[in-house]
Each structure stands twice: as structure tokens, then as C-alpha cells.
Nanobody
Framework: EVQLVESGGGLVQAGGSLRLSCVGS????????IGWFRHAPGKEREGVSC????????YNAEFLEGRFTSSTDNAKNTIHLQMNRLKPEDTAVYYC??????????????????????WGKGTLVTVSS
């Protein structure tokens, strides 16, 4: 069974930090671009970041302003999202997502939610003002 399981969400004050983790199983982790979407109240689900070890592509949404950093530990089938200098508008459910990699540019799929192969169930991040 394919699973993406997120953890690390919670309540944090503005300016604080959180580290999200996502562990994949049931598929070949190294063959997929792995990253994050978020779904904030009243807004559409939007791509946050992506890493493809296979084709070398990355994606980082412009709203991150350099505050978030993704990293992978492929030996553990895990991706992390280090979130720093959090703002109230970062409040959202954060979803881990995976797309099977091709020759290049797989992380461009994170511009839209429609091309995602696998989804996690999400972890809630709440940033208080």
C-alpha cells in the first residue's frame, strides 16, 4: 500500500519555526519527485516545494521568501520541510505529495495539484499573531 505520512505540525507563534517530516512507503522513493502542498482556509491548495533526486529539479513557491527549506533523506524515504520565520498567513494543512519522475522538470508538476500521483493526509500548521 502506498502511503505518505506527515508529522511535525502544530501551533507556533509568528516568527517561530517548525520542521515537518513525511515518510513514504509502498513505492520506490528515489523514482519520485517529493514535496509539499498546503491548503489554507478560504484558499486553493497550492504547491510549496519539491525535490526530485532523479532529475535534479526543484520547486519553491515565491511566497516562501526563502523562509522554508526542503531536504530529503532517501535512505529513510523521508522529506523534511524546515519552516522558519513563520507568518500567520502560513497557517494551513500541509500535505506531502509525490510525482513519478521523468527525464527532467518533474517538480514543475507542483505548480498544480492535478498531476500528483500520491497524497498524504496532511498535518495542520497554525501560526498565531
Amino acid at each position: 500500500e502506498v502511503q505518505l505520512v506527515e508529522s511535525g505540525g502544530g501551533l507556533v507563534q509568528a516568527g517561530g519555526s517548525l520542521r515537518l517530516s513525511c515518510v513514504g512507503s509502498g513505492f520506490t522513493f528515489d523514482d519520485y519527485a517529493i514535496g509539499w502542498f498546503r491548503h489554507a482556509p478560504g484558499k486553493e491548495r497550492e504547491g510549496v516545494s519539491c525535490i526530485s533526486r532523479k532529475d535534479g529539479s526543484t520547486y519553491n513557491a515565491e511566497f516562501l521568501e526563502g523562509r522554508f527549506t526542503s531536504s530529503t533523506d532517501n535512505a529513510k524515504n523521508t522529506i523534511h520541510l524546515q519552516m522558519n520565520r513563520l507568518k500567520p498567513e502560513d497557517t494551513a494543512v500541509y500535505y506531502c505529495a509525490a510525482v513519478r519522475s521523468t527525464l527532467w522538470g518533474t517538480c514543475n508538476k507542483f505548480l498544480s495539484s492535478s498531476g500528483i500521483d500520491y497524497w498524504g493526509k496532511g498535518t495542520l500548521v497554525t501560526v498565531s499573531s
